[in-house]
């Protein structure tokens, strides 16, 4: 062929016949090609190809800074806090009940702790106020008793 021939013009479609005839008609034959697994099937553990990764909306984890609480807020707060609260509504009510009762104040005093602190709050009363802890110390040998001295 020694002219360039135009591309789709008649004398082409000739050519490329007239070669196809010459080629035969048997077509090469390829051994088949492995099928893949594709999106949407089962792999052959039986899961589903190709899910989609489960992004977790978890927050990501921020360090904090622990804030140093001063004395006074440790006092406010926690057990500490009720015995100290617990020992102030105790006097408050001996204050308040020593004007109009003062019989009454050995009683109200317990009772105005437990309302106020709670069990460390009454606990700390009767230790400290009721003098539990000088009986106690006193069995011990710790009391100071006054023996013999007087006018």
Known sequence: ???L??????????????MRRLRG???KTTTRRRRTTRKGMLTL????????KRKS???RKTSRRVKVRSWAAKLKTGTLGKVLIGLGAAQAA???????????????KPVAALAAGGIPGVAAELVIDQGILGNISGLFGGGVTNGGAGL
């Open 57 to 59: 909306n978890k927050p």
């Open 5 to 18: 021939l135009k591309k789709g013009s008649k004398a082409a479609k000739a050519w490329g016949e007239k």
């Open 94 to 108: 001996a204050l308040a009940v020593g004007i109009i009762a003062p019989q009454y104040i050995g009683i109200a």
């Open 45 to 52: 553990r039986r899961k589903k190809a190709y899910s989609p």
């Open 25 to 27: 008609r048997v077509r």
């Open 1 to 3: 062929m020694t002219k």
